[in-house]
């Protein structure tokens, strides 16, 4: 079978981190029996033998390598034997414990890319029916389709759909069949993975519903940068509603996002508005970040977020909403989460997370709402 591109690559990445990675375990080159001493056995035997280990893995992902450019379906077994061997090495002590989750990782990530790369799900499904009590292929077929489908639940969660919920089904089906009790138990596990992408696709199907809707009247318990925030305020401006929380990574990596559409489309009749809710957080004068406390008051909190926005130059207003049915309003699963609604109060655009895309999506929308797209 002819090597793809991705496959080469995928390979090729792998043997390029798999040494510094394993000397990275411990900061020291391995000075111990040659790799072409160490077995699997032997490693069982002395399992508290880091170099060892470190060694072993390097020698056995480069035979992987080599083997996968004339017989990469060869490989893929062979990197499936050689984990079920490492799963029989018991090491005790630290820096043997650490090499071995090292190497193990990346035989795991170089057998997924070989076999992600080489079958098609109609294969995997043939070599399903040919090992009907080996959980093995199941779980490639689990991985390959959740990340062929992971990515586009959010940006076409219709075209997921099917191939999702067929998934599903198969492997419901196969659970049913089975007679094997440990083997029903790891296909009915690997349904409820992709599981995970059948709830992600019905929320997106939510949000999807609200458009063409009539935004929520605005709810806020109380404001930060604003006295007060109504609908009378925003009428006739383009709403831009962005739901965070200050612990979330995604939400402030979208900040500077966020802070460039309210510096340059504010005049041009776009009101930015940061929706958030209490969640128990007081501000550390020390480390000048939020930190959660024990019975943090409302007003606390609201001062909290006050100095936040300043050290995140967030200068628009944020709305705090404790019962939080603004956020079950507009389907608010995951965040950061946008809500674009027209100068008619309209909701016209929703979009869930943080990066370019996204971002992109959203001031195109806005743009085009002032009439620029």
Not at 148 to 169: F, I
Request: proline share 5%; aromatic share 6%.
């Amino acid at each position: 079978m002819r090597m793809t591109k991705t496959l080469m690559t995928a390979i090729l990445l792998t043997s390029a981190i798999i040494a510094p990675a394993l000397l990275r375990a411990e900061e020291t080159p391995s000075e111990t029996a040659p790799a072409e001493s160490v077995t699997l056995e032997t490693l069982q035997a002395s399992p508290d033998d880091a170099d060892a280990i470190k060694a072993f893995g390097e020698k056995q992902l480069e035979a992987a390598k080599a083997l996968s450019e004339k017989e990469p379906e060869a490989a893929v077994e062979m990197l499936s034997k050689l984990q079920a061997g490492l799963a029989e090495v018991k090491p005790t002590e630290r820096p043997a414990v650490v090499a071995l989750m090292i190497v193990r990782n990346q035989v795991g990530m170089t057998e997924r890319n070989l076999a992600n790369s080489l079958w098609s799900l109609e294969d995997m499904k043939a070599k399903i029916a040919e090992s009907p009590t080996d959980p093995a292929w199941v779980n490639r077929y689990t991985m390959k389709l959740y990340a062929d489908n992971a990515v586009l639940v959010r940006s076409d969660w219709q075209k997921a759909k099917e191939p999702v919920d067929a998934g599903v089904a198969y492997l419901e089906k196969l659970a049913e069949e089975s007679e094997d009790e440990a083997y029903q138990t790891a296909v009915k596990r690997a349904a409820s993975q992709l599981g995970r992408l059948q709830r992600s696709i019905e929320s997106q199907k939510k949000l999807a519903a609200l458009i063409g809707k009539p935004a929520m009247p605005l709810s806020a318990d109380t404001c930060v940068n604003a006295e007060s925030l109504t609908d009378a305020d925003v009428k006739g401006k383009v709403v831009v509603l962005d739901f965070f929380a200050i612990w979330c990574g995604p939400c402030i990596a979208s900040f500077p996002h966020v802070r460039h559409w309210n510096a340059d489309l504010a005049d041009k009749g776009v009101q930015v508005i940061g929706v958030t809710s209490y969640y128990g957080y007081d501000w550390n004068e020390e480390t000048e970040k939020p930190a959660r406390g024990e019975d943090v008051s409302h007003e606390a909190e609201v001062a909290m977020l006050g100095k936040f926005a300043k050290s995140h130059e967030l200068t628009y207003p944020l709305i705090v909403n404790e019962s939080k049915d603004i956020f079950k309003y507009y389907g608010v699963s995951g965040i950061p989460q946008v809500v674009v609604i027209d100068q008619t109060g309209i909701v016209q655009l929703v979009k869930v997370g943080s990066g370019e895309a996204n971002a992109k999506a959203i001031e195109a929308k806005v743009k085009e709402l002032l009439g620029e797209g």
